[in-house]
């Protein structure tokens, strides 16, 4: 196995994903499931990093959507079936909605919703290693399955793509001081569901190989 990644062993990482089937095959590895959702992700790393001290940092891997070009204005860095790096996330829908736009929780003053910066190191090297590029992205409790709703959320964040768990997690290494090494296939693009081009096996399979590649390069 490589040694280490961003001068950190493999062996003192702890390796975490969402839904069953992301990390179905890779318990060779030690990857234990969090559940989908900000809370269940959140308060399973929370308890998985309290059982054992020797944790230096946390690996999470899974699939996303992505942002697609009508709602960016320019072309999205990642497509369907491709691996990103998630370098910057943040809870996109922690707030109130508001006749004269979103106000988040951050801008009421009532808690954190990021951003959350991934350790430059860490997230440099795992995109040259996996030959990804480096994206933002967008934590929510729901997913945008309308183009307005899509379209609304990435004018209103900049995000490259859309998770349920990203930022709860970094939350949770923020508060104990670890650093977080986020992995994201893209499994559809946001937005009306018919218009998406799911394929969430090419997703499933993309993220896998590349955790195994960089336990393993």
């Keep these: 196995m490589s040694a280490e ?3 950190i062993p493999w062996h003192e990482f702890l390796l975490v994903h969402a839904a069953p089937i992301e990390g179905h095959g890779l318990e060779d590895l030690g990857a234990k499931a969090l559940g989908v959702g900000k809370v269940a992700s959140a308060v399973r790393c929370a308890e998985l990093l309290r059982e054992r001290d020797r944790w230096r940092a946390v690996l999470l891997f899974g699939v996303a959507g992505a942002f697609p070009a009508r709602h960016r204005g320019d072309a999205p860095p990642v497509g369907v079936g491709g691996l990103a790096v998630v370098q910057r996330d943040q809870l996109a829908d ?4 508001t006749p004269d736009g979103f106000l988040d929780l951050g801008a009421m003053q ?6 959350f910066v991934a350790d430059p190191r860490l997230a440099a090297a795992a995109a040259e290693r996996l030959d990804a590029p480096l994206v933002t992205g967008a934590t929510v409790s729901s997913c945008s399955g309308t183009d307005e ?3 609304q959320l990435c004018e209103r964040t900049g995000a490259h793509v859309e998770t349920m ?8 290494c923020r508060r104990f001081e670890l650093p977080l090494l986020q992995v994201r296939a893209i499994s559809n693009w946001t937005g009306d569901r018919d218009r998406g081009e799911w394929n969430l096996g090419r997703a499933v ?3 896998q190989q590349a955790v195994r590649a960089l336990l393993t390069r």
């Design 5 to 7: 990644l961003g001068g």
């Design 110 to 115: 009532l808690g954190d919703v990021g951003p």
């Design 94 to 97: 922690e707030g109130v909605a």
């Design 149 to 151: 709703r899509s379209a």
């Design 205 to 207: 399979d993309a993220v």
């Design 165 to 172: 768990e990203g930022a709860a997690v970094a939350y949770v």
